[in-house]
């Protein structure tokens, strides 16, 4: 089983990508309310070489090349928090030329270090999620050291070093950061900082918290509206996964699997040995179609077969 690598996965936004694990499960510097991986188990500041890059760039070179659009660091927590992520970069510049994205939640853009390690990047794309420390405290549940002003202002200081692409996320939590004021906000605050597409998501994977609700459409064109033409809605492209070599032998395993027992993403992606990103979007799809149900219990979702 591959333990550093996972997918292809397929998104609408970067087409077939290969995922990269930087860190261990749920090591981040926030402890997002909407987080689809669970409560954050490690949260921290600390940048050190929590997984070792020899053997991430041995998985990466094992892996069959087929048609891929990006290499992906991302994963189970904060990538960024890997203090050598600049030579897992340059170690796969040196065996492939697909470009390389880093999904952050930026909270650490702003060091210098930082900034000169992911240079070579091709695209980088941070999330934002609110303007106010209080909002930002809600949302993000993030390290006690960290200030949203600073977060902005290091990804602004990103930007002039940076020559790839940035494309910023904002992750929309009904009633919690998607008052008009409170975008508004965020806006004035990005709007010159010269990102090259902006993109507004909403809840659409099992949260760690049960009481986390997504925008409906109307309310995310009320959204997108406010930024006057610079923003665009994503959200998950269900109909990408038809196609998928394994899909169906997947989907009838989980069945089976949640048929017997009630299990949580970890236990899906151990039992079936899959990679937890795509046990969780499978899960997705199936409870999405009904076929299966969910509830948490202590702070953990489980998942069952109807
Ligand atoms: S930043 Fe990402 S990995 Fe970290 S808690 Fe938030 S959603 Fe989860």
Redesign the pocket.
Known sequence: MRRYTYGPVLSRRLGRSLGIDLVPYKT?T???V??Q?GR?TNKTVERREYLPVRSILREIEEFSWERIDYITLAGS??PTLNSKIGEVIEGIKSISSTPVAILT?GSLLGMRSLQDEISSADLVIPSIDAASQRIFEMI?RPHRSLRIRSIIEGLRAFRERFSGEIWLEVMLVKGLNDAPDEIELLKSMIEDIGLDKIQLNTVVRPPCEDWVLPLDEREMRAVCNLFRGRAEIIGVSQAADVGHERVAEVRSQILELLGRRPCTIEDVSGTIGLHRNEALKQITILEKEGLISSRVFEGVRYFRAR
Do not use: S, V
């Open positions: 981040c926030f402890d997002c909407y987080c991986l954050t927590g904060e939640n993000n």
